[in-house]
């Protein structure tokens, strides 16, 4: 079954930065397209970021010029680099994968960014 496997989260201090990796198996990760949400705590989720299979990226306002989504199809990796990071940003992230089978997606298990001095 398809595994995604988010690694990177911790805790940053304002200004700071942060790369999340997510490792993807038993998918054919270069023909979808990937996806950054976040959840914080009361806040509904959100759509941080996302990648095409041809590598086109798209940002919610909240995080363009301050995040990078990538990918490395050789490893079944996705990447989220956030950059200048702020308190805001704290929140659990996940990775995604939607297919047109599953429109929903597959969900990794998210990793905990917290932004705090």
């Known amino acids: 079954q398809v595994q995604l496997v988010e690694s990177g989260g911790g805790l940053v201090q304002p200004g700071g930065s942060l790369r999340l990796s997510c490792a993807a198996s038993?998918?054919?990760?270069?023909?979808?397209?990937m996806h950054w949400y976040r959840q914080a705590p009361g806040k509904q989720r959100e759509l941080v970021a996302t990648?095409?299979?041809?590598?086109?990226?798209n940002y919610a306002d909240s995080v363009k010029g301050r995040f990078t989504i990538s990918r490395d199809n050789s490893k079944n990796t996705g990447y989220l680099q956030m950059d200048t990071l702020k308190p805001e940003d704290t929140a659990v992230y996940y990775c995604?994968?939607?297919?047109?089978?599953?429109?929903?997606?597959?969900w990794g298990q998210g990793t905990q960014v917290t932004v705090s001095s």
């Open positions: 990648i095409t299979s041809g590598g086109v990226t």
């Open positions: 995604v994968i939607t297919t047109m089978k599953r429109p929903s997606g597959y």
């Open positions: 038993e998918i054919i990760f270069s023909l979808y397209p």
